[in-house]
């Protein structure tokens, strides 16, 4: 996973092979705000004025730039692992959504650490 971060957002970054260049897309706006560059140093560059052109456009029209995220989300999984789930949640007197936030941090705070 390539992050980039400035000012507190975070961009994806891809290869574009049709334009030969990497693309920014900045992540959790109430938007869409994306930037080109040939290399890290353009890519900084080109985050902070795609974001400052972004943030420009909310203020002017009172839009609040960050999406807002209510904290549910439906997750499906397999009838035997919902099952595995609930009896592995029962004995170690767990609810379900714990040991789901608690996987779900485990397995951010390793994506972090790389």
Known sequence: MNIMKLNGYQAKIEYDPD???FRGEILGLNGGADFYGSNPEELRKEFHNSLTVFLAVCREKGIEPRRHYSGNFNLRISPDLHEQLTIFSQATGKSL?????EALKRLMQEQVAR
């Open 19 to 21: 334009l030969d260049l």
């Open 97 to 101: 959504n714990t040991l789901a936030q």
